[in-house]
């Protein structure tokens, strides 16, 4: 299963949502691989509604920002400026 580092929590505890389970996962932060920051994918394993095992997902990570990158890349280039301009 994937998810995504939401966010980092008071107490060490960083909140993974999982795409397929629909929920959250509140991860101790040790747990998490070294270099771990809000955004990063990770491929989850999960028994008895606890994760086991984290594993960057560097692949979808790296998917991810490239189509965030060509997004803003074509809101970019249709910048036409203002309607509201000062006369």
């Known amino acids: 299963m994937r998810g995504v580092l ?3 929590e008071d107490g060490g505890v960083a909140v993974i949502i999982a795409e397929q389970a629909g929920r959250e996962f509140h991860v101790p932060l040790r747990y998490l691989p070294e270099g771990s920051r809000q955004g990063m994918w ?3 394993s999960i028994e008895d ?3 086991v095992d984290i594993e960057a997902d560097l692949r979808q990570a790296n998917e991810r920002m490239d189509k965030a990158e060509e997004l803003l890349a074509r809101l ?12």
């Open 42 to 44: 990770f491929t989850l």
């Open 49 to 51: 509604g606890r994760v």
């Open 6 to 8: 939401d966010r980092f």
């Open 76 to 87: 970019r280039s249709k910048n036409t400026g203002s309607r509201f301009k000062r006369k």
